[in-house]
């Protein structure tokens, strides 16, 4: 955090539970977000109690707050939420369903085991990630900065340039005996003029990304409410998103859960890895098997590429 900010939060203002619907895992979210570059999310020590800690700023109102997510023997996951005030009956709402969006708890996956018994390949990965969802990024508008930040970048790169602006300019929460750190809330990120790593046209971009959010333009419900096609061509007007960001916003940012993304290199090579095949498959392969893995088709090519990449990186 920069030297003139300090923590919000450190008293909890409100607390959730949420019973999943078929098979979760936080373990499994948290180990997928110790390797997803874009969250920053540190690595825990071996044996620290399995604990999802983080900051995000609330779709509609932008107010920074900061979760403590935990999940008990029954499986059901609990959170209690920080900020630096009070919290309204409408706020905390608001934020426990934006937290079931994020580990993709909105959805009732009780039908997922089915599509490993229709496709053994996933049934297999299934049993070696188990309870394992789509974790999303906390909102639409976070997706959609990063899709920015990214472009023409290096991931690990971009990673950083996400992270120093959620240091510089996003609100740290102190959340139980940790100090979490949120990317912007769009009136923050209105104010970027110039950010080492950025070119003009991406500070510009993100200004623009900020107010169409403020204004909140969009929503991640309203997103998944839209038909596919409409959601998508709507996200495109936003300047610097094309086709291959939309369906990022789409898919990983609002959460839709059923949808194989029509640009991604790195689907096509878990693909051809998990399905031990001679070259790499074509959009046509892939989707004849993705059908089936309706309605869940988001949660197995999340599947796919987390196995993917656990089995070939260094």
Known sequence: MSAAQHPAGGQARGSFTIEPRGGYSLAASIRFLEG??????PSAPEGAPVVLDAAFPLEGSWLTVGVSVEQAESGAVRGRLYADRALGRAELSAAKAQVERILSLDVD?????????????????QAAFPGLRPVCFWSWYEAAA????????RMGQA?????????????PVQVGGSVQQAFPAPRQLAELQYFPGLTAAKVERLRALAEAARVNRFDSAGLRS???ADALEALQEL????????ELVLLRGAGDPDHVPDHTARLTAAVQWAYDLDSPPTAEHIA?????WAPYRTWAVVLLRSAHYEATRG
Do not use: H
């Open 109 to 125: 996956g009780s039908g997922y085991a089915e599509v490993g018994e229709r496709d053994p390949v996933i049934g297999r990965l």
């Open 226 to 228: 839209m038909p596919r």
């Open 159 to 171: 990673a950083a340039v996400k992270a120093g602006l959620a240091t510089e300019l996003g609100t």
């Open 146 to 153: 990063w899709s920015i930040i990214g472009q023409r970048m």
């Open 36 to 41: 997803f570059e874009p969250a920053a999310f």
């Open 239 to 246: 300047p610097g998103i094309g086709p291959l960001s939309a």
């Open 288 to 292: 004849t098997l993705a059908k089936a």
